[in-house]
């Protein structure tokens, strides 16, 4: 991918600050084995930049063309393609969730009592759309391929797998459909299996496969070309291994590429944390968004839907720190941050404390990939590394007081 920082509108000598700071803060330091940085604005590359290894234990550097697990930076390309079909008037976000899952109907809310017991009690309104996009559905936590589902019951935190293999998001809509709410629709937000419903909703309304209305509706239209559930053989090369960073500070691989499960189609599309893609494939699609839903002449959302998906929802233009659930976890932090359709939105530096802009939007993947759209500055930046779990390092915010101050 070639860069020209000029026609980017970017400063070259001080974006090479980026590659000094991770060579020597990170690689050269081996906290992480390579990563990947694209900084796009007014439409133009200005950097691009590949740092250390996709693999080490066969000695490979890190390729232009590397593919990486994405995890929850599936949920924006989720919600799009849901937005997709709110464009063609096919339901608001306001209809209840039972409209198109009718097992749905009778959902109840557990609410704790005094002395450690609890209650199931009517919903104070239905389950909408709207929730399941916001995270503030009222569902519990589900993983990628086999769900985790939150035990219904006493409450006490604890989790258990509730799925055997070859389950599919059908058949989470059905289980989900036995169990109790967490909090009422609305009134709390917590990080959840709400988007892979978001995805089985696609299937529902489009009567298409999920992977396949991925496939015609967004990734052959923006030349997504290697971004999907699974990586072919022919490709495989191309996959980075995937690491996590040990008590003593030692990467230890947890996903080899010859051996990782993504060399199968998985039965569960998850529409939360399934896809694989590179950095060219997800710049495309970011660069979509921040040019308002369009990408070489061709239009995937409207202008105002976009504007509609970045908008922060929450309640009184509140922070999610204001309506998580104690405990809840959240990919970009809580303080200064909403949330609008699948995606944080930053309220602002004296919110945020953290350099940026109002209304920038972004989220991030479980192996610490992460972006950021800010739609004000036209730019856009992406990262991917392959280090699990996120949030071992605060990678978005070390960037963003790297690439606002190359801005001309």
């Known amino acids: 991918m070639k860069a020209n920082p000029d026609a980017a509108g970017l400063d070259a000598d001080r974006l090479e600050h980026i590659t000094e700071h991770f060579e020597r803060r990170y690689i050269s330091a081996g906290k992480i084995a390579g990563c990947q ?127 055997e293999k070859g389950a599919t998001t059908a058949d989470l809509v059905d289980r989900l459909a036995e169990r109790a709410l967490r909090f009422h629709p609305g009134t709390r937000w917590f990080y959840s299996t709400s988007t892979d419903i978001c995805g089985r909703l696609v299937e529902i309304i489009s009567g298409q496969r999920f992977d396949e209305y991925l496939q015609s509706a967004l990734f052959d239209r923006l030349g997504m070309v290697d971004t999907g559930f699974m990586v072919p053989d022919d490709k495989i090369d191309r996959l980075s291994a995937n690491y996590t960073r040990t008590a003593d500070k030692r990467l230890v691989l947890v996903d080899d590429p010859e051996r990782s499960g993504f060399r199968r189609m998985p039965t569960f599309l998850s529409g939360g944390g399934g896809l694989v893609s590179t950095t060219s494939d997800y710049l495309r699609f970011t660069q979509m968004l921040v040019n308002g839903g369009e990408l070489d002449g061709v239009r995937i959302l409207g202008r105002k839907t976009v504007e509609l998906m970045a908008t922060n929802h929450l309640p009184g233009n509140g922070e999610l720190r204001d309506f998580a659930v104690p405990g809840a976890y959240g990919e970009v932090g809580f303080d200064g941050s909403g949330f609008g359709l699948t995606v944080a939105v930053g309220l602002g530096s004296a919110r945020t404390q953290v350099i940026g802009s109002p209304g920038e939007f972004m989220w991030g993947g479980w192996a610490s990939t992460a972006f950021w759209v800010d739609p004000s500055e036209e730019l856009v930046v992406v990262f991917m590394t392959q280090l699990a779990p996120s949030g071992t390092f605060n990678f978005r915010n070390q960037l963003k007081a790297l690439v606002y101050p190359s801005l001309l």
């Open 37 to 163: 940085i694209a900084v796009s604005r007014h439409g133009q590359v200005g950097y691009f930049h590949s740092f250390g290894s996709m693999d080490r234990e066969r000695d490979k550097q890190m390729a232009d063309d590397t593919i990486f697990r994405i995890y929850s930076m599936t949920k924006p390309i989720t919600g799009v393609a849901l937005l997709t079909l709110y464009e063609r008037g096919d339901f608001q976000l306001n209809d209840p969730v039972h409209r198109f899952v009718p097992q749905w109907k009778d959902l109840k809310v557990r609410e704790k009592l005094e002395g450690g017991s609890s209650q199931l009690v009517e919903p104070h309104r239905p389950m909408t759309v709207r929730d399941l996009l916001m995270h503030t559905s009222g569902l519990g936590f589900g993983g990628r391929g086999l769900p985790i589902v939150t035990v219904d019951g006493e409450d006490n935190g604890s989790v258990q797998p509730t799925w």
